[in-house]
């Protein structure tokens, strides 16, 4: 039997352990998916906004492959932190497949980047997503009016447009009861979403920027000053489609009213910015006030450089959307430069050197980019990868059960049993509220709900 652990229950773990029980090479393989949280889906459930519930809808089909017979789901087990670490995962597993995801936000290097009312998107994501690390927060959305979500990919947009929706849109949604009280009581009227360079390099896809435009109580706006200085809007002919995409819609909301007159009755507005990168947040009262951008022009090499020339624009609240990075785990190799696990093919490299039974998959592989689809072949290239190793590793005499082995450890693993407890009392939680399931934001809330049907600690093997 050929053993083995994959690291992390997001799309590219779930989709690594779907390509290991679906080979027919080794056909007796028995798969652990452990992940730090005591639920499953990693970013599907943590990162995915709550409207968008097609994409949502993933779980499903996660779920199908996390109920395999031949794989295993170990949750609220942190691996090389408080739990056991690659040397330790090795004594238990044939192979090891890393799919951690980058779980830290970028920084911008600013001044003012760490004023009150300046967050990550990472951390506003969280937060509305029900994340048991998000801080118990309301962003003081309540004292904003203007906010400005720095940078102009898929999170920008997601942020941008769950700023720019009413309370009552996202009471279907599975967001927690403390957000949603929070957002019913925002402020916010004017969301400003910035770009550094122009819409024809913007990192969003077609459909979640249109998306913004179909908000039933927002208007869109964009600057016809910004757009003038990028060529690939002047001339869109030769980008790729995407792009393309990208800046017919923008032109159609450039052509369309101008902002007052969109807004019309609507409450409240986002305005699409282009060619200007903040150099500081400015404080007012304590907290931050307004963000400096540096008016910048294009480079001629897809690059901008600066003007010179400055634009404040007010914001009480400040999201840095600016991409994600994978962070180092104790006891694995890093390349701090890219931000992922140095590796060939999936298998991970130490000092260069292919390293027996340790692999890797997803953003720690190939850093934060492409959606959840492209975790598929990514996962797919490891697997290919281990198989070929396989006859090689499973010759290995492994320490014991795993879950035993963690039990003895003093470790308290959720399985599965556990999760389908937590799912029941999300959706006790929402019939309670009056709403669908409703999910639980706290790690005490999630292991007491997961308690009521834990196993009982094995006896150690004699
Ligand atoms: P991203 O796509 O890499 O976008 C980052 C944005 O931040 C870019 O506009 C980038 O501009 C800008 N930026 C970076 N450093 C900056 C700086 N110092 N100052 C100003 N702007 C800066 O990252 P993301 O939005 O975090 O998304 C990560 C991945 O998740 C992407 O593959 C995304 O498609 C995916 N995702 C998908 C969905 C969905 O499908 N609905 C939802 C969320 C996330 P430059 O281009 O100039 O560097």
Redesign the pocket.
């Known amino acids: 039997m050929l053993r083995v652990a994959v690291v992390g229950s997001g799309p590219s773990g779930v989709y690594t352990a779907q390509a290991l029980v679906q080979q027919s090479l080794v056909p007796d393989v028995r798969v652990d998916v452990l992940d730090r949280l005591p639920t499953p889906y990693g970013l599907v459930r943590y990162?995915?906004a709550p409207d968008?519930e097609k994409?949502k809808s993933l779980q499903n089909n996660l779920r199908t492959v996390l109920e395999d017979e031949h794989i295993g789901f170990i949750g609220n087990i942190e691996v090389g932190a408080t739990g056991p670490g690659p040397a330790q995962l090795l004594e238990l597993y044939h192979a090891v497949v890393y799919c951690v995801g980058a779980a830290r936000d970028?920084r911008?290097g600013v001044p003012g980047e760490d004023l009150p009312g300046s967050c990550s998107a990472t951390d506003f994501v969280s937060w509305y997503s029900a994340h048991p690390d998000a801080a118990a927060e309301d962003f003081a959305l309540g004292g904003a009016r203007s906010a400005v979500v720095?940078?102009?990919?898929?999170?920008?947009v997601?942020v941008t447009r769950i700023l720019a929706r009413g309370a009552a849109e996202l009471l279907p949604t599975d967001v927690p009861h403390a957000a949603l009280d929070a957002l019913a009581q925002s402020g916010v009227r004017e969301v400003h979403m910035v770009?550094?360079?122009g819409p024809s390099?913007?990192?969003f896809?077609t459909k979640?920027l249109r998306e913004l435009g179909g908000l039933p109580d927002a208007a869109v706006s964009v600057e016809p000053s910004d757009l003038g200085l990028d060529p690939g809007y002047a001339d869109p002919s030769g980008l790729p489609a995407v792009n393309r995409r990208n800046v017919d819609v923008v032109r159609g909301w450039a052509a369309g009213p101008s902002a007052p007159d969109a807004a019309g009755e609507r409450s409240r507005r986002i305005h699409l910015r282009f060619f200007l990168?903040?150099v500081e947040l400015l404080e007012g009262d304590g907290r931050v006030a307004a963000v400096r951008f540096e008016r910048t022009v294009p480079d001629g090499s897809g690059g901008v450089r600066g003007t010179g020339t400055y634009e404040e624009i007010e914001a009480q609240l400040v999201l840095r959307?600016?991409?994600?990075r994978g962070v180092p785990l104790e006891g694995l190799p890093f390349d701090t430069a890219r931000g992922t696990v140095p590796h060939e093919a999936g298998r991970v490299l130490r000092d260069g050197v292919r390293s027996p039974g340790e692999y890797v998959a997803g953003w720690i592989k190939r850093g934060?980019?492409?959606?959840i689809g492209t975790n598929r072949p990514c996962a797919k290239e490891t697997v290919t990868s281990l198989l070929a190793d396989a006859a090689e590793l499973s010759t290995r005499r492994l320490a014991g059960e795993p879950l035993e082995v963690l039990r003895e450890l003093g470790h308290r693993p959720v399985e599965w049993p556990g999760w389908e407890a937590i799912e029941e009392a999300e959706a006790a939680l929402g019939r309670s509220l009056g709403r669908r399931s409703v999910k639980i934001a706290d790690w005490a809330g999630l292991l007491e709900a997961a308690a009521g049907v834990e196993s009982a600690p094995k006896e150690p093997a004699a």
């Open positions: 990162g995915v968008h994409i970028r911008l720095i940078g102009v990919g898929n999170v920008a997601d770009g550094r360079r390099q913007a990192k896809t979640e990168r903040p959307a600016v991409g994600y934060p980019t492409g959606v």
